[in-house]
């Protein structure tokens, strides 16, 4: 009955803990939101409509402010160094359709990466706020 209690109380507890923890450290850190980022690009990559806003962009700098803008918006600690997502995004008229097919890249890309819905879902709030920011700029 004593073990039984003291494993109950251990996963509450543990439960307690990880609801203090940032969504970047339940994501995993920097290694699972880079894994995430260079999933997101290999699914642009392989995707017209997607490709198309991508194809004279540096994919190197890219890759490091996603991962930057990621971090720093899922509470990890970092800074972005780049533009904002209102100046990355202006002139390219991006449409709502596109928005949210970006949206469903990015959900394959965590799927890919073997990151929980629950998760996912945290994710996509943390960065749910930038949307005007981007789509009919």
Known sequence: M????????????????????????????????TEIVDNFITQIEYDEVMFAYFEDSNITRFKEK????????????????????????????????????AVDLLIAAMNDAQVPHRLQNKVLATMAPSRSEIIYR
């Open 2 to 33: 004593k073990v039984v209690l003291t494993a109950i109380l251990f996963l509450v507890l543990q439960g307690c803990a990880s609801h203090n923890l940032t969504v970047y450290e339940q994501l995993g850190g920097r290694s699972k939101v």
């Open 66 to 101: 996603m991962v930057e803008h990621i971090c720093v918006i899922t509470g990890g600690g970092c800074t972005y160094s780049g533009d904002s997502m209102e100046r990355v995004h202006t002139g390219m008229n991006i449409p709502e359709r596109d928005f949210n097919h």
